[in-house]
């Protein structure tokens, strides 16, 4: 699977409460369930007014089948080329 990075849109998203963040946690893992197609969720940052996600899939197809089935704003989804940090380069 391709790891990808997807910026949502949503203004007001550095203020959603834990209840609706946890409502959206929700949302997306039953989508997640419901794809029938290899996908996982790795992680999300909610940082001003949008929201970063990491999904893994295997085509982008399926990255905005999520979005759309969980009424999630899918404004820009790149495939990660490369991952680095502190420790290193992350080989994938």
């Given at each position: 699977m391709k790891r990808y990075v997807i910026e949502r849109e949503i203004p007001g998203a550095s203020e959603l409460t834990q209840d609706e963040l946890a409502e959206i946690v929700g949302k997306s893992n039953g989508v997640v369930e419901s794809l029938g197609v290899p996908y996982r969720w790795?992680?999300?940052?909610?940082?001003?007014?949008?929201?970063?996600?990491?999904?893994?899939?295997?085509?982008?197809?399926?990255?905005?089948?999520?979005?759309?089935?969980?009424?999630?704003?899918?404004?820009?989804?790149?495939?990660?080329?490369n991952e680095f940090g502190p420790r290193g380069v992350v080989t994938g």
């Amino acid at each position: 699977m391709k790891r990808y990075v997807i910026e949502r849109e949503i203004p007001g998203a550095s203020e959603l409460t834990q209840d609706e963040l946890a409502e959206i946690v929700g949302k997306s893992n039953g989508v997640v369930e419901s794809l029938g197609v290899p996908y996982r969720w790795i992680t999300s940052y909610v940082a001003g007014d949008k929201i970063y996600c990491i999904h893994e899939a295997d085509d982008e197809d399926a990255i905005r089948e999520h979005a759309r089935r969980g009424g999630f704003p899918a404004n820009s989804v790149a495939v990660i080329a490369n991952e680095f940090g502190p420790r290193g380069v992350v080989t994938g």
